[in-house]
C-alpha cells in the first residue's frame, strides 16, 4: 500500500521509551504510515525490536536532532512527515488531529499538538519568536520567575490554549508539510541538538509557511530520555546553538557589539547552569494540563 504519511523518530540509547512511543502511535491515526527510526547510537535492544515494524536507519555518527530527522525523511515523496522523539505517547486519535488542521490551515507548513508532562502540567510548546528584550528577560528571569511577563509572553502563557498560529513548535513533535520542509531545505544540520525547531519555524515563516498549535491533539513528552546520558554535552550544546540562532539573526558587521555582549551573557549563563539544577532546567510549565478544552 501506497503510503503519503512517514514518522521519523530520532533515537539514541531509547530503551523502553521506543517501545511505547510504537504502541500509542498505533492508536493514534487511522491513516495507514510508515515509520522510520533515525537511529543515532549506540546499539539499543528496543532499536532492534523497532526492526519489526519499521525501518532502521542506523547513521555512521551522531547526527543530532535536525539531521536524524533530515536522513528518515530524504527520498520521501508523500505529502506529510512527522517529527519526534522516541519518549512521546500519542493519546488516542492526536495524529488525526494534526492532519484534520491541515484541511482548516493550507498554508501552514507545521503543525504541533498540545505536549503534556508525566506530571500533569501543559508544557508551553506554541511560543513566539525571541526578540531581544523577550529572549533577554526569558533567560534572566526565568528559571527563578517563571510568571515574569517576559517569559509568559515568549511562551504565550496569558490565554487558554486555542488553535493559533505561533512563531515557532516544539520539535518533540510536529507534523511537517513535506512541500514546506523540502522547499526550505528540511533541518539545519549546523544545529546538533536544540533550536532547530525554531529556526525550521524561522526560515518557513520567511517563505510564507505559517507554524499552527493544535491543542486538541494531545502527546505526553518524557523529556531527557537521551540527554541525560550526556548532561555536560548537551549544556554545552544548548548554549552553543542558542547563540548561533541568535547571532545569525544579528548578522553584520552593525550587530558585532550586541553579538558579543550575547556570546558573554550566555557563557556566563552556561557557567551558572553547570553548578545550579535550577539555571540548567529553566522556566518550569506554569499550567496544569486540565486547561485543554478536550484533554484525551
Not at 501506497?2 to 504502541?23: E, I, K, M
Not at 527510526?37 to 525501518?55: I, M
Not at 491533539?217 to 541525560?228: E, F, K, L, N, S
Not at 549544556?235 to 547571532?247: P, Q, V
Amino acid at each position: 500500500m501506497s503510503r503519503d504519511l512517514r514518522v521519523v523518530v530520532v533515537t539514541y540509547a531509547p530503551g523502553p521509551t521506543l517501545d511505547s512511543f510504537l504502541s500509542t502511535l498505533a492508536t493514534a491515526t487511522s491513516r495507514p504510515y510508515e515509520v522510520v527510526v533515525s537511529d543515532n547510537g549506540p546499539p539499543d535492544d528496543a532499536v532492534a525490536r523497532a526492526a519489526a515494524v519499521a525501518t532502521v536507519l542506523p547513521t555512521e555518527r551522531n547526527l543530532g536532532y535536525g539531521g536524524g530527522v533530515n536522513r528518515g525523511a530524504a527520498g520521501f515523496d508523500g505529502d506529510w512527515l512527522v517529527a519526534c522523539n522516541p519518549d512521546v505517547r500519542w493519546r488516542p486519535g492526536a495524529l488525526d488531529e494534526l492532519l484534520a488542521a491541515t484541511e482548516r490551515w493550507p498554508e501552514a507548513g507545521a503543525f504541533g499538538p498540545a505536549i503534556v508532562t508525566p506530571q500533569g502540567e501543559l508544557y508551553p510548546s506554541a511560543r513566539s519568536f525571541p526578540s531581544l528584550s523577550r529572549g533577554i528577560g526569558h533567560a534572566l528571569l526565568g528559571w527563578w520567575w517563571p510568571t515574569n511577563r517576559f517569559t509568559q509572553s515568549y511562551r504565550r502563557e496569558r490565554s487558554a490554549p486555542v488553535e493559533a498560529t505561533a512563531g515557532w513548535l516544539s520539535g518533540s513533535c510536529m507534523l511537517l508539510r513535506r512541500k514546506a520542509f523540502d522547499e526550505v531545505g528540511g533541518f539545519d544540520d549546523a544545529y546538533f541538538m536544540y533550536f532547530e525547531d525554531l529556526d525550521l519555524c524561522r526560515r518557513m515563516a520567511e517563505a510564507g509557511w505559517a507554524s499552527v498549535y493544535v491543542p486538541s491533539a494531545v502527546v505526553t513528552h518524557v523529556g531527557g530520555a537521551a540527554t541525560r546520558l550526556a548532561k555536560p554535552a548537551m549544556l554545552r550544546a544548548h548554549h552553543r546553538s542558542a547563540y548561533r540562532y541568535l547571532a545569525r539573526q544579528y548578522a553584520g558587521p552593525r550587530w558585532l557589539p550586541v553579538r558579543l555582549l550575547l556570546a558573554a551573557g550566555l557563557a556566563g549563563r552556561y557557567l551558572l547552569a553547570r553548578v545550579l539544577a535550577p539555571v540548567r532546567e529553566g522556566a518550569r510549565p506554569t499550567r496544569p494540563a486540565t486547561v485543554l478544552k478536550e484533554d484525551r
